[in-house]
């Protein structure tokens, strides 16, 4: 991995994140924005960032916009309902036996305070159950609003699996900064928008609010950059996956068809570079928010392992991972997209070309045969 993306992928998977609580993310991108004179950064009224590269000449009529979220399920401290007992608001999709006993940490000043979760406050029963609020017994006292996430190793970078406490989606975030990065340094032509938005893991509310507030230009096409549960067929190691659908819907065929031609242009110039296809109805991903929102959108995701920290086969809270492997080869499509985004058409070339070749290559034939 090239030096500057593995710093800017650790330093990214260091950083504290919950729904409605992104601010450490939000005042990376901002430095990150700052240092590189060929972006340009706006912020909407509900705070997602949209992040604007362009080099060159001509103008493309449909640019891609790639879309990340900032948080990742955790904690919001409330209020320390006794000297060491603190009440923390929980947020994001992890099930409930996952909670009492699980150690969480929470940046107070310079360091961290760190805790035990001793009960939960959840609404529903049995699996339809979500966690709403946590009793915390925690080491000194915890300020309102500050950010508790699981006290997890910070991130590992090895030569297969990238370790975290959260991929999901500081990986997806990360490999567009990566892409960024690239971009700048190597100079490369085209034009390409970034969106980073908030408060996905309680219902897409970012990315509703930036359809809402018109961020996202309307000639774009937009590619949801998510982390996936690992799924027979999808496996972590073998490509970043192109995802087709979710479990709510399927998304724009044009746009799909488009990130898969530019993968396929990238297998046949680099040997190192592999993809997969899939349907990923684990979840339900912001594609499908873009989609019903009136926008050509498609994802791309990592195969992600440990899925919202839940380690299911010793039944407790675990970093995620994703594979080193799948995270560069996200990082060079991301860069081949922006690079190609001059020949996305709406409909897919290719394959339209390919049948009328068959079709008339077997004209006669069929007329003849019947
Ligand atoms: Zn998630």
């Given at each position: 991995m090239h030096a500057n993306h593995r710093k800017v992928l650790t330093e990214v998977l260091s950083l504290p994140t919950v729904p409605f609580g992104e601010h450490a993310v939000i005042e990376y991108i901002r430095r990150f924005c700052k240092r590189r004179p060929a972006l340009s950064l706006t912020e909407d009224q509900a705070g997602n960032m949209l992040v604007r590269y362009r080099r060159g000449r001509g103008t493309i009529r449909h640019p891609v916009c790639l879309t990340a979220h900032l948080d990742h399920p955790g904690f919001t401290a409330e209020r320390?309902?006794?000297?060491?007992n603190l009440r923390a608001r929980w947020r994001g999709?992890?099930?409930?036996?996952?909670?009492?006993g699980s150690r969480i940490r929470f940046p107070v000043g310079d360091r961290w305070v760190r805790g035990v979760v001793k009960s939960v406050r959840a609404r529903?029963?049995?699996?339809e159950a979500r966690v709403e609020t946590a009793g915390v017994t925690v080491g000194s006292p915890v300020p309102k609003g500050a950010v508790g996430m699981w006290d997890l190793p910070g991130p590992r970078i090895g030569d297969r699996l990238v370790r975290a406490?959260?991929?999901?989606d500081l990986a997806g975030v990360a490999g567009m900064l990566c892409c960024l990065e690239h971009l700048c340094r190597q100079r490369v032509a085209g034009e390409g928008y970034f969106l980073f938005t908030r408060a996905?893991?309680?219902?897409?509310i970012g990315a509703l609010a930036a359809c809402r507030l018109r961020t996202?230009?309307?000639k774009c096409i937009v590619v949801a950059v998510e982390t996936s549960s690992e799924l027979p067929g999808a496996r972590?190691?073998?490509?970043p996956v192109l995802r087709v659908g979710d479990r709510t819907s399927v998304y724009t065929p044009a746009a799909t068809a488009f990130c898969r031609t530019v993968a396929d242009g990238l297998v046949r110039r680099d040997r190192s570079f592999a993809y997969q296809r899939k349907l990923m109805d684990g979840g339900t991903c912001e594609a499908a928010v873009y989609c019903e929102l009136g926008f050509q959108a498609t994802g791309i995701c990592l195969a992600l392992g440990?899925?919202?920290?839940?380690?299911v086969k010793r039944r407790r809270i675990a970093s995620e991972y994703v594979s080193t492997g799948d995270f560069e080869n996200l990082e060079k499509w991301f860069v081949a997209l922006v690079k190609s985004g001059?020949?996305?058409?709406?409909?897919?070339r290719g394959f339209h070309a390919r049948l009328r070749k068959l079709e008339k290559e077997h004209a006669k034939l069929l007329r003849a045969t019947r």
């Open positions: 320390m309902t006794g000297a060491r999709g992890v099930r409930r036996e996952y909670f009492v529903g029963r049995g699996k406490p959260a991929c999901d996905e893991e309680v219902g897409f996202i230009p309307a972590i190691g073998n490509g440990n899925y919202h920290n839940m380690d001059r020949s996305y058409t709406g409909h897919d």
